[in-house]
C-alpha cells in the first residue's frame, strides 16, 4: 500500500511578494457646473463603439444634502434629505451618438472623504440635459465624430 507524504515547502516572508491591483485615481479637470468642479478619472476612462465610459467627480465648495437627488434611491443608514455631501462619484456609461447617459454606480462622500451614502442600481439611459455637469463631460470626453 502506497503512502502519502505531504511535502510543505518553505519559503521565507520576506521573498512573499503580495501582487493588487493599483487603485491610483488620475483625476482630470473637465470644468464647471455653477460652484462645482467636475473632474473624470482618465485611469477608469474606456472609448469603444460609440461609447465613452468613465468615473466622474464632482466637488462643491460646501456641503448638501442628499435629498436633492430625489430620484436617487440612497442605501445605508443615512436619512435622506439630512445627510450632507460634498463629492459625489459617478460611472458613467454614455452613448456618444444617442447622447445618453446610464449610470450604475454613485458615491457621496463628506468632507472628510468618508462615503456616507451610496446607489448600485441602473438608472438610465436618459438623455443628457443641457446646461449641465453631463453635458460638459460628453462634450470633453466623446469622441468627435
Not at 479637470?29 to 468615473?55: C, E, H, L, M, Q
Not at 450604475?104 to 468632507?111: N, P, V
Amino acid at each position: 500500500m502506497a503512502t502519502m507524504k505531504s511535502v510543505f515547502l518553505a519559503v521565507p516572508l520576506a521573498s512573499v511578494i503580495i501582487v493588487a491591483p493599483a487603485l491610483a485615481e488620475d483625476w482630470v479637470g473637465v470644468g464647471r457646473s455653477g460652484t462645482a468642479t467636475i473632474t473624470y478619472d482618465r485611469d477608469s476612462k474606456t472609448v469603444a463603439n460609440g461609447r465613452v465610459t468613465y468615473w466622474d467627480r464632482i466637488i462643491s465648495p460646501s456641503p448638501h444634502p442628499i435629498g436633492i437627488y430625489e430620484d436617487a434611491p440612497m442605501t445605508g443608514s443615512n436619512v435622506k434629505g439630512t445627510t450632507q455631501f460634498v463629492e459625489m462619484r459617478t460611472f458613467h456609461d454614455v452613448d456618444c451618438k444617442a447622447r445618453t447617459d446610464t449610470r450604475t454606480l454613485i458615491r457621496f462622500y463628506d468632507d472628510k472623504g468618508v462615503v456616507v451614502s451610496r446607489v448600485s442600481q441602473t438608472i438610465g439611459p436618459a438623455p443628457i440635459p443641457s446646461n449641465t455637469a453631463g453635458e460638459i463631460e460628453a462634450k470633453a470626453l466623446c469622441p468627435t465624430q
